[in-house]
């Protein structure tokens, strides 16, 4: 069921605003909210391309027009929402009030707001932001450039919400904002029922994606110059339950260690009731699986993961931790944790605190429990704010000071960093690039004296240097500060993707496929045959 129908025509090309007719049609799409907000807006970038927008990054005279709004002078702007946190709707309807001010100045300019939130506000959305041209659900991302062309024929707001998965989002054209790493999802949606938790409602109940569709897509990315994939489902370990696997996920993992020019494998989020030993072993064994694990706590109180409906306890949550390290000693671990979830005592904060320093976690996202409208728990007896607050003060000191601890054992560790674009933010002062280690800790790095720009890495290039300093929230490697010091660079294929679309490198000038070309690598399974899950085929959803 929708609220409208929406056409499946949109113009090849659009037409240019009013007042800009030597510009083509721009757009920019602000994400909020988690990493699968963020491939969704890979999925509505692409389409837009695919009709004939441009991204306004692109156009220099558009984006010359771009304000503090943060419509980056685009002539459509898309934000996708997310609805987990309190203030999500506030800090929408602060952004839309922005916006309302620019497209009054701005002829043609269309506003179009997606994702979570506006899954579950719909038509609210308009009520409230009248200037707004669409919005559309988490369902029907395929709809965009079609409301968007109805919205300035009909020269209304069109609203389509649709109550179930239509078109898989990893079906539609993409265009990814990195040219070195991707995301890919395996699955949508969720099976459980945490009280605190509105994304099932919101995303619908979990589909999973074949894995012969996921493994083309992945040998796609990697085609494409990318050397980083990060798997992407609300509960990646229940993936397979659909089609009768429930090693599906290990096989998964086990199988992306065939694909050939693919160097670092990653997955978020699994489900602590869900973890098997064959995931672990699959990680320990597959030698492009990183060793890095994101394991959600929410609390370690038994009585509140109860009654927030985690099926598992403190003990369980703390074995799979055990066993982890076991298989892979390196391993970086990280988590979420909610701090005041109603009913929540002091001796059950305490118990949170004791599973904290425990688990020794290379960092947490910590958040204050914030009712959700819609969920179980929203309408429980609440924990007073001054209560909450001060009990997530110590929690976050007492993890600030963990990842301290844990960074500064990493003092002397040779490290691989794959170099991100944008990742330091002090880079340029300190002479210094950043990208991520194995385990997915920042690293900032030193580059030798005297190095010339030719010489300089590029973003996925990959660096080889010695850990030098640990700090509260990141690394330093100054070794090749040290005539003798480590520092190596490997120049890579993704290095070359990133080159090609910064307008940096010809792609004509690649070399053969096994030298790093990125324009003429096959589309198809690596040498050897194709890539098998050891599974019986699926039939056609």
């Known amino acids: 069921m929708s609220l409208t129908a929406a056409s499946s025509h949109a113009p090849e090309m659009p037409d240019a605003p009013a007042g800009s007719q030597e510009l083509p049609r721009t757009f920019h799409v602000r994400t909020l909210g988690c990493q699968m907000n963020v491939h969704d807006s890979e999925r509505l970038a692409g389409q837009l391309v695919e009709r004939g927008y441009r991204p306004v990054t692109d156009v220099p005279d558009a984006a010359a027009r771009a304000t503090d709004a943060g419509d980056a002078g685009a002539d459509v702007v898309i934000i996708n929402t997310c609805s987990v946190r309190e203030n999500a709707a506030n800090r929408l309807f602060g952004n839309l009030g922005q916006l309302a001010a620019v497209k009054r100045e701005r002829p043609g300019m269309q506003i179009a707001v997606g994702g979570c939130l506006a899954q579950q506000m719909r038509a609210g959305i308009v009520e409230k932001a009248p200037w707004v041209d669409v919005v559309l659900g988490t369902h029907n991302l395929d709809a965009l450039p079609a409301l968007l062309e109805r919205a300035r024929h009909n020269q209304r707001a069109e609203v389509e919400i649709e109550e179930s998965l239509k078109v898989f989002p990893s079906t539609l054209p993409t265009r990814r904002e990195s040219a070195y790493a991707a995301w890919v999802s395996i699955s949508v949606g969720c099976n459980n029922t945490c009280t605190f938790c509105i994304v099932p409602h919101l995303r619908g109940k979990e589909r999973d994606r074949r894995p012969g569709d996921v493994l083309a897509e992945v040998e796609a990315v990697v085609a494409q110059g990318a050397i980083e994939v990060t798997l992407l489902g609300q509960n990646v370990n229940s993936y397979g339950v659909g ?11 086990r199988s992306c260690g065939s694909i050939e020019g693919l160097e670092r494998v990653r997955f978020t989020s699994p489900h602590p009731a869900a973890f098997t030993d064959d995931v672990i072993d699959a990680m320990a064994e597959t030698s492009n699986v990183m060793p890095t694990l994101h394991m959600p706590l929410q609390s370690g109180s038994d009585t509140v993961l109860r009654a927030m409906r985690r099926s598992y306890r403190s003990r369980k949550f703390l074995g799979i931790l055990d066993r982890v390290r076991d298989a892979m000693p390196e391993a970086a671990i990280t988590t979420d944790i909610i701090v005041g979830f109603p009913g929540e005592t002091e001796e059950d904060f305490q118990q949170t605190l004791e599973v904290v320093e425990a688990s020794r976690f290379s960092s947490a996202f910590t958040f204050q429990y914030s009712p959700r409208p819609g969920t179980p728990a929203a309408d429980l007896p609440q924990v007073p704010a001054d209560v909450v607050s001060e009990r997530y003060q110590r929690l976050v000191a007492l993890q600030q000071r963990i990842t301290l601890e844990e960074n500064e054992k990493q003092v002397g560790r040779t490290v691989e960093v794959l170099v991100a674009a944008g990742a330091g933010r002090k880079d ?24 010339t720009e030719d010489d300089r890495p590029r973003p996925g290039d990959m660096v080889t240097t010695v850990i030098t300093h640990g700090a509260p929230s990141h690394l330093v490697a100054d070794s090749a500060t040290d005539a003798a010091g480590t520092y190596a660079l490997r120049r890579t294929r993704a290095g070359d993707a990133w080159a090609v679309k910064e307008g940096l490198l010809d792609p004509h000038a690649l070399g053969a496929p096994g030298a790093g070309s990125i324009l003429s690598a096959p589309s198809g399974p690596p040498a050897g045959g194709p890539v098998t899950l050891g599974m019986p085929a699926l039939p056609p959803r």
């Open 243 to 253: 089609f009768g696997d429930r090693g599906a996920f290990a096989k998964l993992l």
């Open 428 to 451: 340029a002062d300190t002479h210094r690039i950043s990208g991520r280690a194995a385990d997915n800790r920042l690293v900032h790095v030193a580059l030798p004296e005297g190095l």
